[in-house]
């Protein structure tokens, strides 16, 4: 009985043309471009390194967010696409950064995939070293600058996940409170509501990096980046950026996707 119970949920889910084997735990067995692309985390499956921004879903043709904040137009800060850009998990190159938690979101979703919560960028990070000397210079959580994906081979998690501290911070799904002040509304569409354009946004602590004077509750970016330092590593948080943010300035926030 229990055999056929196992192989019950272990049958084959046909997908299109082809089957995806299940576990026995009910989730797909093997992660597309498995031991390259994405890496198990339990049941997810998540980028093995941080994500590149290409014209093309196989990382090819250019890459955006490398060197500067140079997404066409029709990728907009907004992440209100008409230009579809595509995530991409890649050795060997500098992870797209400039982009704004809004166009991570959406590059992720074009190339079929989504954000990683806070709790599962967690799970993904465990076992990352952080004092582990690499090169003989650079921490997994320091350097002077990004560096090309997959080149520290000590700077890995556990389930396989590359720089899940340090290089660029990285983005997740979730939102929440920033560590300023709280803002006290005294009622909807009074003089001390948090506006983001003509939204309003209603009794949350506003992010404290901002794009002008719209404001949001902060986007979460996790990690840390080379910019923190020995301040980086896989419980680093940063809770005060509006998810319009792109650090222009500095280029330290990226982000990887999951499925």
């Not at 272990?10 to 009910?26: N, P």
């Not at 003089?191 to 509750?217: C, F, R, W």
């Amino acid at each position: 009985m229990e055999h056929t119970k196992h192989a019950a949920r272990c049958a084959a889910l046909l997908v299109g043309s082809g089957a995806l084997l299940l576990s026995s735990a009910g989730y797909a067995a093997e992660c597309p471009g498995a031991g390259d692309a994405m890496v198990r985390v339990g049941p997810l499956c998540v980028d093995k390194y941080e994500a590149s921004v290409w014209s093309n879903p196989d990382g090819t043709g250019t890459q955006y967010g490398a060197k500067k904040d140079d997404y066409p137009d029709g990728f907009p800060h907004n992440g209100d696409w008409s230009t579809k850009l595509y995530a991409v998990s890649k050795k060997g190159v500098i992870p797209s950064r400039y982009i704004t938690w809004f166009q991570a979101q959406q590059a992720c979703a074009i190339a079929g995939k989504r954000l990683l919560t806070n709790a599962e960028w967690q799970m993904a990070a465990a076992g990352t070293p952080e004092a582990q000397k690499d090169d003989g210079k650079d921490s997994c959580a320091t350097s002077k600058g990004p560096v090309e994906t997959g080149s520290r081979a000590q700077c890995v998690s556990k389930w396989g996940a590359n720089d899940m501290g340090g290089n660029v911070a990285e983005w997740v799904a979730n939102w929440g409170h920033s560590g300023d002040e709280p803002w006290s509304p005294t009622g909807h569409a009074s003089t001390n509501d948090v506006m983001y354009g003509k939204d309003l946004v209603v009794e949350v602590q506003a992010s404290h990096i901002q794009e002008g004077k719209n404001q949001l509750p902060s986007a979460w970016v996790r990690g840390g980046s080379f910019h923190d330092a020995s301040g980086a590593g896989i419980y680093a948080i940063d809770m005060s950026r509006s998810p319009t943010d792109n650090a222009a300035v500095s280029g330290t926030i990226g982000f990887r996707c999951a499925m």
